[in-house]
């Protein structure tokens, strides 16, 4: 009886070993999470998953499910990512990166359903949630782009963010420690940053080539930014995410650093989208120098990529003194 018995415990070791694999459970699991006002259940791990946008891709390089992901649209900018996830990403094909004079990407419902996938990625103007799950695929976007989400960001997002993630993966002890890391990098800023300097900042994104000009306000994700870089944000008061503004205004709150946010392309060109405008001159920003340019997820919407573009900001104005 010893050997049967012997050979009973093994296999019972080997397929305990085997769920927990990984940090997921083998086999169907029923995992619900809300996003954007809606529930959504996964009657297992996704295996096949389509981005069509690039705020997600911080996280799944974090838990280790870059492999889960079977095709992308979009624009990925190098700048964001190391070297191991540009190769994570370099593998994946890439369905389109065409965009429309918004910025919007421009993808078919049929393209998307054609990759078969178990789940999307970040929703798109033309290609909404409830198209989606009229033909059973889920979809989440990232919380602070829900349409009409009005509430404050914070750098606590992005650990609630890894962990939803993790839930959905099925990678909790991976999110726990990513999460810990990240704070662990939050917490070494703070020091370095210390006592708020008092100088007030203003985070914009022009429209490169003459245009509209957009602040962002206290529900967007540079609020908490500048805040945690010792600056005040000039356009706190406002409980807008983003709002179009004049230069009369600009020069009215005449913050003491600018940082202009921008999706891709030459930052010299976003840069004179501001300091082309007739008498942005007299802007105490622009006139020190203190102006810089930060790729937009380096901002928005909370990601790790977030605790990044707050760490630039702090190199370059000198951790707010």
Do not use: W
């Not at 705020?55 to 070297?83: F, I, K, Q, S």
């Not at 059973?136 to 602070?144: F, K, Q, T, V």
């Not at 007739?278 to 020190?288: D, I, Q, Y």
């Amino acid at each position: 009886m010893k050997a049967p018995l012997a050979a009973i415990l093994t296999a019972t070791l080997m397929l305990a070993t085997a769920c927990g694999a990984g940090g997921a459970p083998a086999g169907p699991r029923a995992v619900t999470v809300s996003n954007c006002g809606v529930d959504v259940t996964f009657g297992a791990t996704p295996r096949r998953v389509v981005l069509l946008k690039s705020a997600a891709v911080p996280y799944l390089h974090e838990l280790g499910v870059m492999d889960r992901v079977t095709a992308r649209a979009g624009v990925y900018p190098a700048e964001y990512y190391d070297p191991a996830t540009l190769a994570e990403l370099d593998r994946i094909p890439l369905l389109t990166d065409e965009m429309d004079t918004s910025g919007h990407l421009r993808i078919s419902k049929e393209t998307v359903i054609a990759q078969q996938p178990d789940l999307v990625l970040g929703e798109v103007e033309n290609l909404s949630r409830d198209a989606l799950a009229a033909v059973g695929i889920p979809l989440l976007e990232e919380p602070a782009m829900c349409p009409g989400s009005t509430a404050v960001p914070t750098f606590d997002d992005v650990y609630r963010q890894l962990e939803t993630y993790g839930r959905v993966f099925g990678r909790p002890a991976e999110a726990r420690a990513a999460t810990e890391a990240l704070r662990e990098r939050m917490n070494e800023i703070q020091t370095a940053v210390g006592t708020p300097s008092g100088r007030t900042a203003a985070v914009l994104y022009p429209t490169a080539g003459g245009g509209v000009t957009y602040a962002y306000g206290s529900t967007s994700m540079a609020h908490p930014q500048v805040t945690a870089a010792g600056f005040s944000n000039v356009f706190g008061d406002s409980t807008e995410r983003v709002f179009e503004i004049t230069l009369e205004e600009l020069l009215g709150r005449n913050p003491d650093v600018i940082i202009l946010l921008h999706s891709d392309g030459d930052p010299d060109a976003v840069r004179r989208a501001l300091t082309d405008l007739p008498g942005s001159a007299e802007l105490t920003a622009v006139r020190n120098g203190d102006v810089m340019t930060q790729l937009f997820n380096f901002t928005e919407p909370p990601s790790p990529l977030s605790v990044d573009g707050l760490e630039r900001i702090v190199a370059r104005f000198g951790a707010g003194a």
